[in-house]
């Protein structure tokens, strides 16, 4: 009986769950919600480096939250977000879509560790005078978007104390993960301090970005990918700079252009290259890395102050066009391998220099492995300064595998194979010194080898007076022979034996002597 009592009250409660799931189904995008099979799709992209997510620049903005910029106010029409003076607050995971300008304001993004972020900057134009302008303090990853055909701008014009005492020093700061995409375009200007900063990945997958700074341009504590993107970048400091130990750079299409008062691109650990075009011009290195330079694609242009690509470990060149129009050195490692592509060198010292890492510039005299290996693909390098340089310097015991260089320069020497391997030469020559430097030659239509000597045919060599033992006066068997051994090897050269009744046929110089009478 208590069963139908209460059966409308039950009926009622299904009916209100149904209608709940519904709405949050039909509108589970809008609110930043997303089933497992399409958080397993944006995880898991063509790419090993780009997921789904970090390309997608055309997600849609129905039921996104609308964040209104109006001078010095901003607006939000939707849930996730408030405003607070000049700053606008992103709390909840979602989509938001920002337009508008606002002066001496900034965008906060504060919301669960576990959040994904979806921002579409649709003609936005921030500008702050002692904070970042877009600021992610917290999130699992941050998606900002450049809608098609806008133009969008942040500037920064200096930072506070207690904004530096926090860790912020960059115009578009994230203290996670942050991946830049779209078609439009962003400008971003750092009067002091650094352009865009993440102190996790730093993922730009398209776009036209324009980054002037006072410090680094782009700022990544691990790793920056690139493709499908167009990078002008000026910086006062590096160009690139990735300084955690797993700090590395994958450029896997698109255009960087870099100008840079100190370092073109600066790696805490390795970079690659797997197409695109880059164009370094920086006051000291053009590529610096900490670990391994690998080049399998692409267009890598660089003029640079000091070397032009250096890495602690390994430059390895698989294919693509390496051209380093202006430097100090081409490229320095402890191993240079080049099996592919084409490499072009002017520079002002060695063009290829593969030392020990103990230090550069020196024969450290380790047990480490140093080499420069051509297996492959072209190296020209160029050096008209005329002073004291190598076209490749290999420092240690291993010496240069050389297949197609080309080497045109007015310098010491060409090739410096260094100290290890001028020693085994020298011990190699007087090895060869000692054994004679015979050469061993099969004669024609008999199994017996014979010994040919260096010097002219003993069988036209003046006579000389022979020795009692034998032998010729040079002192080498073989010139004048005698004895059993000499009559074979008359036989091999087709004259007769000694004694025979044609002994007057046999040259006076390989006539035994006759005895003189002693009575």
Known sequence: MSTHRHIDAICITVLICTLALTILFMNGRALGLQTPA???AGENAESPWFTA???????????????????????VRGGGAFVYGKTVFITGPGRYVVS???????????????????IRLSGADIRCSDDACIRVEQAEKVFLTLAEGTVNRLETRGFGDEVLAAGVDGTLFSRDDLALNGTGSLEVLAACENGIVSNDDLIIAGGSITVTADGDALHANDTLRIADADLTLSAGDDGIALTGVEGGLILASGTVTVQSGDKGLAAGDSVLMLGGTVNLNAGADGI???????IEDGTLNICSGDDGIHAD???EIAGGTVRISDCWEGIEARIIDVSGGETFISSRDDGLNANGSAGFGTNTGTDEETRIAVRGGSVTVVNSTGRDADGFDSNGDRYPHLRRPRVRQHAEQRVDQGAGLRQRERRRAEY????????????????????????????????????????????????????????????LRGAELPGSAERRDIPAHHRRPERRDQS
């Open 38 to 40: 399409e958080v397993e």
């Open 53 to 75: 997510n970090d390309r997608d620049g055309s997600w849609r903005s129905e039921g996104a939250t609308r964040i209104l910029l109006n001078g010095s106010e901003a607006v």
């Open 100 to 118: 508008g300008t606002l002066e001496d304001g900034r965008l906060v993004v504060d919301a669960n560790s576990e959040s994904k972020v979806w």
């Open 288 to 294: 610096g890395a900490a670990g391994t330079v690998r």
């Open 313 to 315: 470990t390994a430059v």
């Open 432 to 491: 060869q010194r000692r054994r004679g430097h015979r050469l061993r030659q099969r004669q024609p239509g008999r199994g017996l080898r014979r010994r040919v000597p260096a010097g002219p045919d003993p069988l036209h060599q003046p006579a000389r007076r022979p020795r009692r033992d034998g032998h010729s006066p040079g002192g080498q068997k073989g010139h004048a022979p005698a004895g059993i051994r000499g009559a074979v090897q008359l036989l």
